[in-house]
């Protein structure tokens, strides 16, 4: 592997952008200095005029892989992320087989490493029969326990109270949790259906899975944890109710807080007004809501509520997308190469800083999910690298679509920054926005 010397790079480091030079060799940052000799047949990147950050580390995306190779593989989203500055992935267990068994796990496990360009990691899910193996599993192996509280795929749903008290009460690490109440769900669209029949309109996705559904699952999960011990991490909070519950409990450092939360793109994103225009392409649950609740997340994004930004990538074939008939319509969104770019235009809005935007995708997730020696560009640290380009703006095209799926709901967005290069444990994945590796070479993440 040969070294890589990013030259006039301004870097954010532990204690903001500062002007350096940063020297990879094998797999680790080994030195960052004002400047640096260039070492005999090493790499030269030049990032004057560049941002040069710790690659993302997206905690929620769905591959699709195994059992949904149709929608995505690993292959194919690894390289989407990889486009988009994204370093490292934590993948849901939603797959069939559903990731419920430490065997399943570890042949996802030999999948990624067959197949990914760039870091993974995997969730183990919980399910109503599975608790053994939630005992079992080696939590430096997982990202933490997938604890479904609303309506997903196959047996993964847990809305037992006694059932979800064991999984929580056992789970030998951090629980991630989808907060949905299935009742209040299946309510709200037998009413939209009795309604409008086959023509639910699509800006009523908020309101068949409101925020009463939303906040209920979540002040159960907090109940549980706080009655057991457990770690909490409550995935895309989508709702100013949630913000203003858990505001008392975010308190402490990220890495050693009981409870914490996370915010997705499209949350951050979008609003309502924005399903006239996309219509299915925009349907994720929990869906995107109004902009007083976007202000909301953004505001405990910036006072440190919220913890950590992922995307909740979930592509789906075209044809599933597109149908008229809302019910019809599946739900979820591919966002993982546009993470990066969100995150910026965001500052450029002036709507978060870019400092805090890029360390709730960054460092803040490695401290949350205890990840090992990466999310800060530091001597001794994996070479997890993103190269940003401030100045370059350009539209969203099909074409620019790199996820299997072949659409986006980023189509026809105009960003002002573009992902040059990717650096995931010291390979050089993308140049000059190409990708220029083969599988082979990401590593697994190891969890503190």
């Not at 847990?158 to 789970?171: C, M, P, R, T």
């Not at 072949?406 to 140049?431: D, E, K, N």
């Not at 083969?438 to 969890?447: K, N, V």
Request: contains cysteine.
């Amino acid at each position: 592997m040969p070294q890589i010397v990013l030259k006039q790079a301004t870097a954010l480091l532990e204690n903001g952008f500062r002007p350096v030079d940063l020297l990879i060799d094998g797999p680790y940052i080994a030195q960052i200095a004002p400047e640096l000799t260039v070492p005999d047949g090493a790499t030269v990147i030049d990032c004057h005029g560049k941002l040069v950050i710790p690659g993302l580390i997206d905690a929620h995306v769905h591959f699709r892989q195994p059992g949904m190779e149709q929608k995505a593989t690993i292959a194919s989203e690894s390289r989407a992320a990889a486009l988009g500055g994204v370093t490292s992935f934590m993948d849901m267990p939603n797959t069939f087989p559903a990731t419920t068994t430490v065997e399943a796990l570890h042949a996802k496990m030999a999948l990624a490493q067959r197949d990914s360009v760039v870091n993974y990691g995997f969730y183990l899910g919980a399910s109503h029969d599975n608790l053994e193996e939630v005992k079992r599993v080696d939590p430096h192996e997982i990202a933490g326990i997938k604890v479904y509280m609303g309506s997903t795929t196959g047996n993964l749903l847990v809305d037992d109270n006694h059932e979800l008290y064991q999984v929580f009460k056992h789970a030998p690490t951090l629980v991630a949790t989808h907060c949905e109440d299935n009742a209040i769900v299946n309510a709200n669209t037998k009413r939209a259906k009795e309604q409008y029949g086959e023509h639910i309109p699509f800006d009523l996705h908020p309101i068949i899975r409101n925020r009463d559904c939303c906040l209920k699952s979540s002040q159960l999960a907090v109940e549980l944890a706080q009655a057991t011990g457990a770690r909490l991490h409550i995935m895309h909070v989508s709702t100013r109710d949630e913000v203003e519950f858990l505001r008392p409990l975010a308190t402490g450092p990220i890495s050693t807080r009981q409870i914490s939360c996370e915010v997705c793109i499209p949350h951050l994103f979008f609003n309502d007004s924005d399903y006239g225009r996309l219509k299915g392409f925009l349907k994720c649950n929990p869906a995107v809501k109004y902009e007083f609740d976007r202000q909301s997340l953004l505001k405990a994004l910036r006072a440190g509520i919220i913890t950590t930004i992922g995307t909740d990538h979930a592509p789906h074939e075209l044809a599933v997308k597109t149908s008229d008939d809302y019910l019809k319509v599946a739900s979820g969104l591919p966002s993982v190469q546009f993470s990066l770019n969100v995150i910026f235009e965001l500052a450029r809005r002036k709507e978060i800083s870019l400092e805090e935007g890029l360390k709730a995708a960054t460092c803040n997730v490695a401290a949350r999910f205890g990840v090992e020696k990466r999310g800060t560009l530091k001597e001794g640290y994996y070479a997890d690298i993103a190269v940003l380009d401030p100045r370059e703006r350009y539209r969203v095209t099909t074409e620019d679509v790199a996820s299997l799926c072949g659409w986006s709901p980023m189509v026809g967005q105009s960003f002002s920054s573009r992902v040059t290069h990717t650096i995931a444990s010291g390979h050089l994945v993308v140049a000059d926005g190409k990708l220029v590796t083969d599988a082979g070479h990401a590593l697994a993440l190891r969890f503190n």
